[in-house]
């Protein structure tokens, strides 16, 4: 088993800056990609971004609508990954969610590919 805990959500004003935290333990030699993902009230959760974790140089992918904005990377030695997130929007108001999985399948967006996630970490972004 692998456990994610994410930390540093909050409320922020458009334009603004915030950094989530996530921090595995347990059986952490079994992950080879660890994502971020989102959901908002009434919606279904979607991609925002991904690594691979010790596998395959440090690939990373990015959702179109946080491109340029986002940044996802991590900290192998600390079992951490991180997500900064600049330039907010109102429209990246959700429940953010931390995501590890083993499969080293290309497709690092498909939520059903993920075996453990986080509790999430609330993020709003007022106007």
């Known amino acids: 088993q692998v456990q994610l805990v994410e930390s540093g959500g909050g409320l922020v004003q458009a334009g603004g800056s915030l950094r989530l935290s996530c921090a595995a333990s347990?059986?952490?030699?079994?992950?080879?990609?660890m994502g971020w993902f989102r959901q908002a009230p009434g919606k279904e959760r979607e991609f925002v971004a991904a690594a691979t974790w010790r596998w395959n140089g440090g690939i990373t992918d990015y959702a179109d609508s946080v491109k340029g904005r986002f940044t996802i990377s991590r900290d192998n030695a600390k079992n951490m990954v991180y997500l900064q997130m600049n330039s907010l929007k109102p429209e990246d108001t959700a429940v953010y969610y931390c995501?590890?999985?083993?499969?080293?399948?290309?497709?690092?967006?498909?939520?059903?590919?993920?075996?453990?996630w986080g509790q999430g970490t609330q993020v709003t972004v007022s106007s």
């Open positions: 995501a590890a999985r083993g499969s080293t399948a290309p497709r690092f967006a498909a939520v059903a590919s993920y075996d453990y």
């Open positions: 347990g059986r952490t030699f079994s992950i080879n990609v």
